[in-house]
């Protein structure tokens, strides 16, 4: 994170998460999930909705952001995204 510059950080992490803004709960429900290494049922228990409401979210990010969130790096940039303050 500290080889990018923070403007440029923040600018990048605005226009990759943009799409998550089509829902309110897209982008908590990321944020935990992948704070949560993809768990769905740990997932669901931090945010107290069911599981499946947890993978309904996450199938719908992944199709919104056209992103394969299996694939690690794609989960460290967005982890990075949204550990910034103005996401």
Known sequence: AGLVAPAEA???AR???APLAAGEA???TLRT???LHGSWDR???ALSVHRNTVRQRIARCESLLNL???D???RMELW???SRPTS
């Open 43 to 45: 997932t669901a228990v």
């Open 72 to 74: 690690p790096d794609v």
């Open 68 to 70: 394969d969130l299996h």
């Open 33 to 35: 999930w992948l704070s």
């Open 15 to 17: 226009v990759l998460l």
């Open 80 to 82: 990075f995204a949204l």
């Open 26 to 28: 897209l982008t908590p």
């Open 10 to 12: 923040d600018a990048h």
